[in-house]
């Protein structure tokens, strides 16, 4: 079972900011999160990855609170090319045998 | 970063044939592979864990001698749909974690689309 909650779909104007939120609140102390981009026919996309505050990269930012049971994944400034599907996951870094459960994901559409 | 790929992108096959699927490590070496299926409009569903040198790991409801897989060496997993029905048609995409790296977790493919006539 896929251990994250995340909306099914959200709409966004170009230029917008997009803040898409994900609760895992049986997170363990060992899981890290980790967001993924995926457009259609083809493969996820790493975008970013944390365990806790705040992790920024040229692409987005990723906002996790002390308990740990909900992230945000912040998107400034998106365009219509960011439209997409967005998997929140979370996983034991640590174990490169357990793989990487996938729920349902967000799909943004960005509007011009 | 780290790379994937997949071979063939798409293909069209005959009911009743096999098809295999290669999915391999460009620059890392991997021990362990997953492989994940996808219908349209859905998340990724695991299929199995692919392991070098040992047996695969198959998901619950997965048919291991229908779905074959073959991790013979630490870069190449093959995955072979035998028999292959119109209702296997789907996008199949593998994944690979690089060993000891801090940043990201695993790496997948552009997956394969399989369509079976």
């Known amino acids: 079972l896929a251990k994250t909650t995340q909306p099914i779909s959200m709409d966004s104007y170009e230029g917008q900011e997009v803040n898409i939120t994900c609760s895992h609140n049986n997170i363990a102390t060992n899981d890290y999160i980790t967001w993924y981009q995926q457009f259609p026919s083809q493969g996820p996309r790493f975008i970013i990855q944390g365990y806790k505050t705040k992790v920024t990269n040229e692409v987005a930012s990723l906002f996790i609170p002390a308990d740990r049971k909900s992230s945000t994944l912040s998107l400034p400034r998106v365009s219509l090319s960011d439209t997409a599907v967005y998997y929140c996951l979370v996983g034991d870094r640590g174990s490169g045998n357990t793989p990487l459960v996938f729920g349902k994901g967000t799909r943004l559409s960005v509007i011009a | 970063g780290a790379v994937v790929s997949q071979h063939p992108s798409r293909v069209i096959c005959k009911s009743g044939t096999s098809v295999k699927i290669e999915c391999r490590s460009l620059d890392f070496q991997a021990t362990t592979m997953f492989w994940y299926r996808q219908f349209p409009k859905q998340s990724l569903m695991l299929m199995a864990t692919?392991?070098?040198?040992?047996?695969?790991?198959?998901e619950q409801g997965v048919e291991k001698d229908k779905f074959l897989i073959n991790h013979a060496s630490l870069t190449l997993s093959t995955l072979t749909v035998t028999s292959a029905h119109p209702e296997d048609s789907s996008f199949y995409i593998c994944?690979?974690?690089?060993?000891?790296?801090?940043?990201?977790?695993?790496?997948f493919g552009p997956g394969t689309r399989l369509l079976v006539l």
């Open positions: 994944s690979a974690r690089q060993p000891g790296l801090d940043q990201e977790t695993q790496y």
């Open positions: 692919s392991n070098e040198g040992s047996k695969a790991t198959y």
